[in-house]
């Protein structure tokens, strides 16, 4: 098979819809439009939204206004609470997290919070870290390590 002999299956092309040209091709006088009215007339619509002079329907709803951020990056959270169960001088990274159950998915980038007490040094490897956790790791005697791909991109 050539090139110029390449055609569309058969039935997969239509025959655009010509309107008024005359009432034999069955869509002549109202050209398919129905009779008079504003969505019979050329540019005759009204804007999206638009219910007839009643309140419009986001107008009825407070809640659903505002917008999504499309650029959100959601985090998984540990707090330090649930890393007092390792033992002193562990490496906790989120895989060992997952292992033990404190996250469900690795999916999402892991960001640690203060809230609790850690008493052990440990050697804590996440995405992020609040202010709050970074000091409380540190002034147990442990370090911190930001592992580099949960900034978004």
Known sequence: MLAHELRPPKGSKHARKR???GNASGHGTY???GVKGQKSR???KPKLGFEGGQTKLIKRLP???GFTNIFRKEYSAVNLRDLERFESGTEVTPEL???SRILRTLRRPV???ATGELTKPLTVKAHKFSMTAKAKIE???GTVQ???DGDGG
Do not use: H, N
């Open 19 to 21: 309107v008024g040209r």
């Open 31 to 33: 050209s398919g439009r």
């Open 42 to 44: 050329s540019g005759g």
């Open 63 to 65: 809640r659903r206004r």
């Open 97 to 99: 997290l997952k292992e």
């Open 111 to 113: 960001k640690v919070l």
């Open 139 to 141: 002034a147990a005697g």
């Open 146 to 148: 930001e592992i580099g």
